[in-house]
């Protein structure tokens, strides 16, 4: 099976912005660049699964537009982490002392102060690639944070304690990186 990981296009925010679970707009002709490009090498039938944020939500559309034969659910579990108070604020203007409270306690956290941890993040992905269809192909439209956690999950790994245990190397703004799972079946 064929996990598709989808990051949303580039978002009209300045760069350097926290936007985790902030619903903001993605750049619309980037969205429909993307959704094209993945239109054309999507397998027939796959099944979309989109963060409900409206930068992956109008992909998912944009994509459905363009290939009817697609199907389409929302699934809350691919949001992106919440930064809580750091939320819309510039990264540089996150004093050192926040952002050292985070790496001391990488997984446990609670970001931004009233935010999610990295262990909750973990969590809610893993029941969700712990929940993904046998077919031949599933597309996860989400976030750069999900994405990093999904590729955690396929090298079973269900958590990290420190931050260099998070992957390093992302998905651009618009772009896709490919899985190949194998899916065994649940315990009888």
Do not use: K
């Amino acid at each position: 099976m064929t996990l598709w990981l989808v990051r949303h296009a580039q978002v009209l925010l300045a760069s350097g912005t926290c936007y985790g679970a902030l619903d903001v707009a993605a750049d619309l002709e980037a969205t429909q660049q993307s959704a094209a490009s993945l239109a054309a090498v999507l397998p027939a039938g796959a099944q979309i699964s989109t963060s409900p944020l409206q930068r992956c939500e109008h992909l998912a559309q944009a994509l459905i537009g363009l290939r009817p034969d697609l199907t389409l659910q929302t699934d809350v579990r691919l949001q992106e982490m919440n930064f809580g108070a750091w939320e819309g604020r510039r990264w540089s203007d996150i004093t050192r002392s926040d952002f050292d409270a985070w790496m001391a306690d990488f997984a446990g956290h609670a970001v931004g102060g009233h935010g999610e941890s990295v262990r909750a993040v973990m969590a809610r992905v893993a029941q969700a690639f712990d929940e993904l269809p046998a077919g031949p192909a599933t597309v996860w439209i989400t976030h750069a944070g999900i994405i990093r956690a999904a590729q955690l999950l396929a090298g079973g790994i269900r958590e990290v304690t420190r931050a260099d245990q998070w992957p390093p190397d992302g998905v651009a703004c618009g772009q896709w990186r490919t899985l190949e799972l194998s899916l065994n079946p649940p315990p009888q």
